[in-house]
């Protein structure tokens, strides 16, 4: 089963975009006690998995308008994170900003975390 690997540096937004940053302000925060996700604060010891998907989008004419015009042609992605038997989703993200969300867990997360998605969105161990 894959787990993050855990890094050693705090990550940083500096790849991010205005709009980008802005989302983050408005639905994420992460620091040493918590992460908070739209404003419900989740303790980094009750995290015990985290499960990322890519956005679905409807086949016809207005999937390719969203992805076109609203998302500029981008993938996006949803982040799901469960803990005490609950889930926090993040919808929608940009890769670079599922990229930042899954490092602050691997940075601050203080037990493995299971991860369950595209392997090659973040670095990954097998445990």
Known sequence: MAHLQRINYRPNTDNLNDSEKQYLQRHFDAYGAEIVINGDAIPWQ??????????????????????????????????GIYFDHREAVLTNLTLNTAQYILKNIAYYAPNLVRYMGPADLIALTEN
């Open 46 to 79: 009750t995290i015990d998995e985290v499960e990322v998907a890519k956005a679905a989008r409807a086949s016809g004419p207005a999937g390719w308008l969203v992805k076109t015009l609203v998302m500029n042609g981008a993938e996006t992605y949803h982040v």
